[in-house]
C-alpha cells in the first residue's frame, strides 16, 4: 500500500491520499496514518464514501469513542456519531437559522478544539462531509503547537503552571444559546492546564480555546484577554489552514494541539450534512480532576 503524504500548510496539515479508509486497514498502513497525525495534526482524505457504521470502525482504530451527550439540543444520545447539520433527520428539511439547534450549532464557528469543557478532553475528531454546500461552510484550522514555538522563552515559562477553566455554559452564551439545567449539570465546568506535551513526539502547545472561560487565580477578565491573545496569536491569517469541502471528505485533527472553528454559509439556502466521531482523550490534563 503506497501512502502519499502531501502537506497543505508549511507548519501543519498534511492530505493523505493512496488508501481507502472506509475499509478495514492494515496495521501497518495504520500505523503510518497514526504517526502522521501526531506529525501533522490534520489529516484530510478525499473519496472516502462513510456511513456511520464504517466511520465508527475506522474511529475506533485510534481509541474509544466520545459518547453524544444525551441532553444535547437538537437530539443525540445512544450514539456516537454527531449530528453536525442543518437539516432535521426527521423530516430531511434545511433547519431554521434562528432556531434553537441551529444557534446551538453556530457556536462551532468560534475557534475551539473539541470536549475541552469535559474533564477528559478529546484526543481527536473526525469529520466526514456527507453533503457539502457549493460555497462557504469551509473548517479553519490554526496550530496552537506553532504559536507556542514562536513564543519566546519566558513567555513560554510563565505558561507552565497555568491552569484554565472551561466551561460551557459560558461558551455557548457566547453565542446566544442557553443550555437546559440537566444539561448545564452534566458538564459542570472543569479544569484544564494551559500547556500540553505530545506523548509520542514531545512536541509542546499551548491549550486554549472559546470554551476557556478564565485563569485559575487570576481575576476573570484579565484571565480570558490573555487567552484570547493567545487565540488570536494562532489564529492570524496566513497561519490558517482553510479547508474547503469535497462531498465524501473525511478530516481528522488532532483536539490537544489545533484550533478550528466552521465558516458560515448560504444556511436558508444550501443543505451541509457532516457527521463526526470523537475519540476520548486518555485522561484528565489536571491530575486527579475526575467530573
Ligand atoms: C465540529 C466542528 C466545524 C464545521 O464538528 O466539531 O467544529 O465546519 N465543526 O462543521
Ligand atoms: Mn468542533
Redesign the pocket.
Known sequence: MALSIRTLHENFAAEIGGVDITREVDDETFRAIRNAFDEYSVLVFHDQPFDDESQVAFSRRFGDLEPVARNRVGGGGGTSVADISNVDPATDTILPVDGEVMTYRSG?ELW???SSFKAIPAMA?MLSGREVPPQGGETEFASMRTAYARLDPDRQAALEDLIAVHDYTYSRGLVGSKLSQGHQQEMPPVQQVLVRTNPANGRKNYFTASHASHIVGWPEEKGRAYMEDLVARATAPEDVYTHEWRQHDLVIWDNRCVL???RSWEKTRYRRIMR?TTVAGDGPTVPGQSH
Open positions: 462551532n475551539h478544539t473539541d475528531s478550528h472553528r466552521g463526526r
